[in-house]
């Protein structure tokens, strides 16, 4: 399964990323996601843990004040080993302002606190991912 996270307008990234290059400043994120075309509108992710915040140690950038320096974590989990089952999670990492998922439906599930023992929230295909002010979209293929 595919992981795809669509950047909303008004949400700048990577340091308002205008080429494919943009991505090779952040250690972080050079290894981890891939931007999908030349838009830069789009990243897929290539390892199965990724966080999302403020700080440019992160592997995804977001240039919002109400986003926290390290805001949540996305955590790929397989299971099985002739019929693999592929999910995503999400949880917060220590964000000043509630972590978001915005369902299909309008269901809105408040991400929990790292706890360090749950997984946090599964993600589903459409999700909207809502970090202080900064909207993501979440494409799960």
């Not at 949880?91 to 749950?118: A, E, F, M, W």
């Amino acid at each position: 399964m595919t992981l795809r996270i669509e950047q909303s307008a008004g949400v700048t990234w990577f340091g308002e990323a205008k080429n494919k290059d943009a991505i090779d400043q952040f250690p972080n994120a050079k290894d981890t996601v891939e931007f999908t075309d030349d838009s830069c509108k789009q990243v897929v992710a290539k390892k199965p843990v990724m966080t999302i915040g403020r700080d440019p140690n992160n592997t995804i950038m977001l240039g919002n004040k109400t986003v926290s320096k390290f805001g949540c974590m996305l955590q790929q989990e397989v299971t099985g080993w002739f019929w693999k089952t592929e999910k995503w999670f999400v949880k917060d990492i220590g964000s000043r302002n509630p972590i978001l998922i915005i369902r299909k439906g309008y269901t809105q599930i408040s991400v929990p606190k790292d706890d360090g023992v749950s997984k946090g929230v599964q993600l589903e295909d459409e999700d909207v991912l809502a970090i202080g002010y900064a909207v993501l979209m979440i494409h799960l293929t």
